[in-house]
């Protein structure tokens, strides 16, 4: 089977100096028929963005890149975990690359000593009968967090911390490698490694929803990947989607 759902890996990898974001590359691309795993990687965005409508800073120096995942690796029965299988793609390799204790902050933010390392963010497609869908992922490797303005935003670099720059396709190639790695492992496994890596756990956190706000202590997440909270009044409340902040 895992031959067979990844005829096309290593992947294609288009690599473009300057564009506006690598999520509207990888979409014309895979609506003129570019295979599973074609990669989009840019040094720099001009319009790139973040979960939420945010618009998120992509100044050289960054790794910042799309993905285009259709229908064959049965993407549409997984895309519930999708953000799992990213964020801890991103984390494990953070770590066994540098050393350096990248964590999860649910659902899928990378933080790195409390400060946002990386995001991910999943977009869909309609291209002719199917949906295709676009993993796009940045991280902050070799910038100056500081000089940028990104340390106000509560941002870090690979750089900020290690003090020295790293390869940025050396680190595409070992995130490549573990979501092909993380997009086949059974759902216990993946879940098992997503608490171990997810810093929300054991929180006190205000979440952000469509309507509403939600005070309370995140005590687990759940086989569904959604994030479990015991509110101020001692309610249980599954969360499946919001913007969480850490109160400590
Ligand atoms: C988040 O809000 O945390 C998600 C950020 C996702 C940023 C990446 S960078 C590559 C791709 N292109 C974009 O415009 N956004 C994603």
């Known amino acids: 089977m895992f031959g067979e759902l990844c005829q096309e890996f290593p992947p294609v990898i288009i690599r473009l ?6 999520m509207d590359i990888a979409k014309e691309f895979a609506v003129k028929g570019a295979p599973e795993w074609t990669v989009v990687i840019a040094e720099e965005q001009t319009s790139g963005r973040g979960r939420l409508g945010r618009r998120w800073i992509s100044p050289r120096g ?134 171990g890596l997810c810093e929300t756990i054991g929180k006190r956190v205000k979440i952000i929803l469509e309507n509403s706000v939600v005070e309370g202590t995140a005590i687990d997440v759940s086989h569904d990947f959604s994030l479990i909270v015991v509110d101020d009044d001692g309610q249980r409340q599954r969360i499946l989607w919001g913007d969480v902040i850490h109160l400590r």
Not at 103 to 116: Q, S, T, V
Not at 140 to 156: C, F, H, K, P, Y
């Open 62 to 195: 960054g790794l910042w890149f799309s993905l285009i995942l259709h229908s064959k690796t049965g993407i549409h029965e997984k895309l519930y975990i999708l953000p799992a299988i990213a964020g801890v793609s991103v984390a494990t390799t953070v770590k066994d690359l540098y050393g350096l204790q990248a964590k999860l902050k649910w659902p899928n933010d990378i933080i790195l000593h409390e400060k946002k390392l990386g995001g991910i963010l999943i977009e869909s497609l309609a291209v002719g009968e199917n949906i295709t869908h676009i993993l796009g992922i940045g991280l902050n490797v070799n910038i100056d967090s500081t000089r940028t303005g990104l340390s106000d935003l509560g941002a870090v670099s690979i750089r900020d911390v290690l003090g020295r720059e790293v390869d940025i396709s050396i680190l595409l190639k070992g995130i490549l490698n573990s979501l092909l790695r993380y997009f086949f492992i059974d759902k216990k496994s993946l879940l098992e490694m997503y608490r």
């Open 17 to 22: 100096r300057k564009v506006s974001s690598t």
